[in-house]
């Protein structure tokens, strides 16, 4: 069996504070998701204090999604589908564009 590849995906919409504490325990507990699914993360992206649900960019959602088209069979690692995408639409571009990447949360 070959290694079982992943990005991981952490975001947070409101960090007043700027401490990333947020981001920091999707971390921790997306490496211990990875780690009991048998996933190597090669590539991490964060968008902190960057909602989801608004019309802003996520500049890190993007580059993921970048990535993930020019590297077939990557898994999605993220702490909660509501880390990930709040929008259809999101979800669709994902299905659409990427052939229905594998997600775990």
Known sequence: ????????????????AGD??????????VKELAERNGYTIVQEFK?????????????QYQAMLAF??????TTILAYGSDRLYRRNTDLERIVDDLGGCHIVT
């Open 20 to 29: 990333m504490l947020g981001v920091d325990r999707q971390q921790s507990a």
């Open 1 to 16: 069996m070959g290694i079982k590849q992943a990005v991981a995906y952490y975001r947070i919409s409101q960090d007043t």
């Open 47 to 59: 968008d902190n204090d960057v909602s989801a649900y608004s019309r802003r960019p996520r500049p």
């Open 68 to 73: 993930l088209a020019n590297n077939p069979n």
